[in-house]
């Protein structure tokens, strides 16, 4: 489980312990009536109070769709959206201060950027090494395809130096290239 989702599944349980689903959807515009129903936004044709808001952290269910969960699970089909985008909405539209990033130091801050430019600069020599390396691997089948020997020049057993070369470099530069590409950022 990751730091993320431990955070995450932790202000969700905050968020269901804190919040009642009357408090919720008194918030975000509904009305139930003093047995707890009201109409359900999320099927058409509802006539009649058919969703149930349930005292304390039970939830909600609809009789009429047959949907029903927590304060979280009304406003992610509320407002069609994830999750944690969920969460985050309760916490924010409620002022709860829960899914705020924890505060880090100054030498925290200083070794994440030190980290970032590391890496940025790692990053910019590989960039450079793999431009040289594609430049080369140009010139290098440029001199394959221009100095390839004729048939008078193979009769003669004439191979020009530079197309020797090109023989040698060329599978060298095609296979570091193929390494390399999913290796860095290359723009």
């Known amino acids: ?25 008194r918030h975000y515009g509904f009305e139930p009536n003093r047995a707890g129903f ?24 609809c009789f009429g769709c047959n949907s029903g969960g927590s304060v979280i699970d009304f406003v992610m089909r509320l407002y069609d ?50 431009h040289e390396k594609t430049v080369e691997h140009r010139y290098w089948w440029e001199v394959l395809k221009y100095f390839a020997p004729t048939k008078e020049d193979a009769a003669a057993g004439f191979i020009h130096p530079l197309y020797a070369e090109a023989l040698r470099r060329q599978p060298y530069l095609e296979y570091w290239l193929e390494e390399n590409l999913g290796k860095g950022v290359i723009t």
């Open 81 to 130: 959206i994830n999750f944690r985008q969920a969460v985050l909405r309760l916490d924010l539209d409620f002022g709860l201060g829960l899914s705020q990033a924890p505060q880090r130091s100054r030498a925290e801050q200083s070794a994440i950027l030190e980290a970032r430019r590391r890496e940025a600069e790692r990053r910019a020599v590989f960039e450079r090494e793999y």
């Open 1 to 25: 489980m990751t730091m993320a989702s431990y955070r995450s599944d932790d202000t969700a349980n905050q968020i269901k312990a804190r919040l009642t689903m009357d408090e919720v959807a």
């Open 38 to 61: 009201m109409r359900c936004p999320f099927h058409q044709g509802d006539h009649t109070a058919s969703l149930k808001i349930y005292a304390g952290d039970r939830g909600w269910h």
